[in-house]
């Protein structure tokens, strides 16, 4: 499975950008697609993640209510819709894929084994 992430760029506080994570293959309904997040000199961090099959969506705390996941099962594609965002947004979003990703799991990085590249995401104050 490759991924590839898009949608990065250099946005105002209080701006949106949306970024996409297209799959090479088709997606497995027991598959789960996760965003993290690492900004400059600080560890990889946990943003969202949304299960494939029902669309059960997981959100990390200092985003809840300004960031929606979402999957289109058509295009083998996660989006990550960002609103509001803030400069401690700014950092380089990288999206995932794992398999059978258990609920005590899902926010942690090393449930998943498949990673795209990251794309970068600066807000400007």
């Known amino acids: 499975v490759q991924l590839q992430a898009s949608g990065g760029g250099l946005v105002q506080a209080g701006g949106s950008l949306r970024l996409s994570c297209a799959t090479s293959v088709h997606t497995f309904n027991s598959y789960a697609m996760g965003w993290f997040r690492q900004a400059p000199g600080k560890e990889r961090e946990f943003v969202a993640a949304?299960?494939?099959?029902?669309?059960?969506?997981y959100y990390a705390d200092s985003v809840e209510g300004r960031f929606t996941i979402s999957r289109d099962s058509a295009k083998n594609t996660t989006y990550l819709q960002m609103n509001n965002l803030k400069p401690e947004d700014t950092a380089v979003y990288s999206c995932?894929?794992?398999?059978?990703?258990?609920?005590?799991?899902?926010?942690?990085?090393?449930?998943?084994?498949?990673w795209g590249q990251g794309t970068l995401v600066t807000v400007s104050s």
């Open positions: 995932a894929a794992g398999n059978r990703v258990i609920l005590g799991r899902i926010r942690r990085e090393d449930a998943y084994y498949y």
């Open positions: 949304i299960r494939w099959s029902g669309g059960t969506t």
